[in-house]
């Protein structure tokens, strides 16, 4: 009997993928949504995603001098979106396919619909205007 094909992420990657999971580099335990920011994620060397976060009043804070590197989500801009979320650009997350792919294996992933491409412009926009963000990965965004 044949084996049943594995799922390949891949298939589901393109400027503006959403990814729902829980990162080791976050404070919190809960997973979060991470957007693929990439231009040309398919064939970019690694994977840039920003990670939306439902504490709109502590991100606002933390950012009051840099208000433009946060962007504010609304669940009638993205319906994957339950609640007011916002994301705070000045932190960019580097990830290979390969160990997305291994998150979606062991079921610590889960596909959420794309984003649309005015929220993405905006996230890449607000990337940009960092100086927190190394200016390699600014440069991704930008070729």
Known sequence: MAQPSRFDLRATIQP???YYFYDSN????DPHYFI???????????????CSSSQLQAVRKRRALRPETVVEIS????SDF????IVDCNTVFEK???ELQRKYDSRQLRVQAVIGPDI????RDA???SDMVDGEVQDMLIL
């Open 75 to 78: 669940p009638l801009e993205y």
């Open 16 to 18: 503006g993928s959403v």
């Open 96 to 98: 290979s396919t390969g």
């Open 82 to 85: 339950t609640r007011d979320s």
């Open 127 to 129: 990337v940009l205007e």
């Open 120 to 123: 993405l412009e905006k996230l």
């Open 36 to 50: 693929i920011l990439n231009k040309n994620p398919l064939t970019d060397r690694i994977l840039l995603l920003v």
């Open 26 to 29: 976050l404070t919190s335990s």
